[in-house]
């Protein structure tokens, strides 16, 4: 854990507690679920075994990961957010918001993790804009996939349990930004190429309207 701040100061504490280098992005992976400590490392690639090892060590520490026995047939260990550690999903939304307003479109070697894209999914609904009935949907990206499940106002993200998705889109990371922001018209993407759907194209529509996220104009 890095040296205080000396500052008797909520915001000061909280820096100690998760200012450790991927100490936020660890956290950001356990707020869609449990993970192993390989889960981990293949979400956050680049992160050396014991810098992992020591932010998980800090974090329980600090009460905001707990580590948990799996049931057979499973096994094993997972790391889990705690109560307390549940209660940075708004903060982090925020804080990831404001950062992707100087985001920009992706580069080549910039990693897309799921994790990531729930969180920021979570975060871009607009429950007014959901209408008519439960329909589940499958996001494509650079080889993953995510589930997504829309009922009424209340969209899950990941989906809790795997289905057949009502509508398949597939596209790449830079048109998926550019399509969840509003730069690019889902019907101009169909017409490139660069957004590929299976199933009804009005669903895929009312997804981008259902999502959305901020970008350098909102500044």
């Known amino acids: 854990m890095n ?3 000396g500052q008797y100061c909520g915001l000061a504490r ?3 507690l998760l200012d450790g280098r ?3 992005l660890v956290v950001r992976d356990l707020l869609t679920g449990p993970k192993r400590f390989t889960e981990l490392q293949e979400g956050l690639p680049g992160i050396p075994t014991n810098v992992l090892t020591n932010r998980l060590r800090e974090l329980e520490d600090a009460g905001v990961v707990q580590r948990r026995a799996q049931a057979r047939p499973a096994g094993g260990v997972v790391y889990e957010l705690t109560d307390y550690g549940r209660d940075l999903e708004e903060p982090v939304l925020r804080l990831g918001f404001w950062g992707a307003r100087r985001l920009g479109p ?3 070697s910039d990693f897309i993790s799921t994790d990531a894209l729930a969180l920021a999914l979570r975060g871009a609904f607009h429950p007014e804009k959901a209408r008519g009935p439960q329909r589940r949907y499958e996001l494509r990206v650079d080889g993953k996939s995510l589930q997504i499940a829309v009922k009424r106002a209340e969209a899950t993200v990941p989906a809790s349990s795997p289905g057949e998705p009502d509508v398949v889109i597939e596209a790449s990371a830079g048109a998926l930004s550019e399509l969840f922001s509003g730069r690019l018209d ?6 490139s190429g660069r957004l590929r759907v299976d199933g009804d194209h009005a669903e895929a529509q009312r997804l981008f309207e259902m999502f ?5 104009d909102d500044s």
């Open 22 to 24: 991927w100490a936020l």
């Open 106 to 108: 992706p580069g080549q």
């Open 14 to 16: 909280a820096l100690e």
């Open 3 to 5: 040296r205080g701040y």
């Open 186 to 191: 889902p019907e101009m993407a169909l017409t």
């Open 212 to 216: 959305r996220f901020p970008s350098a």
